[in-house]
């Protein structure tokens, strides 16, 4: 039987977040909604880039877990900013096992999230949402790795505001 897990907490943390950002920068979701959604596209390169499983011409391995975490939690932060968007404060999952690649996988949730572009329901959202959890165990990494790779960042994300980043 698999495990469900919420991310009801992380929601939460983000919301957070982002209320602090808002403030601070005088905008909105509405505002800035494509601007999220060309980030989480950005953040999801930068991940694949540090996987390097599409990489078929290099020798080269991936890059450390944490890195790859770090890269990782950066697309969490911008899946939930943009759950919290269209009124999604939690989420309750368990990894589905696939039999992809990890490059099939990566350019099924590129898919997933321009679907839910399109149209920006709670389905498609939750769809692309779950699509990018389901990498996690394909890299043989658990929730708990996910969820204090966010929670790093979190700090780290806090820390850029107090700075003017």
């Not at 498609?124 to 996910?146: E, I, V």
Request: charged share 30%.
């Amino acid at each position: 039987m698999s495990e469900f897990y919420s991310l009801k907490e992380l929601y939460s943390l983000q919301k957070g977040l982002d209320k602090e950002i808002a403030e601070k920068h005088n905008v909105t979701y509405e505002s800035t909604f494509e601007k999220r959604l060309l980030a989480l596209f950005v953040e999801l390169g930068e991940f694949a880039n540090e996987t390097r499983c599409f990489k078929f011409w290099s020798l080269k391995g991936p890059s450390e877990k944490d890195v790859i975490l770090d890269e990782y939690a950066d697309a969490i932060h911008f899946f939930l900013s943009l759950g919290l968007a269209i009124d999604i404060d939690d989420f309750h999952f368990s990894f589905l096992k696939d039999e992809k690649t990890l490059s099939q996988a990566i350019l099924g949730v590129y898919e997933k999230v321009l679907e839910f572009d399109k149209d920006r329901n709670e389905e498609r959202y939750r769809n692309a949402f779950q699509c990018f959890l389901d990498l996690l165990p394909l890299m043989g990494y658990g929730f708990q790795d996910m969820e204090e790779a966010y929670k790093k960042k979190l700090a780290v994300n806090y820390k850029r505001q107090e700075t003017h980043y």
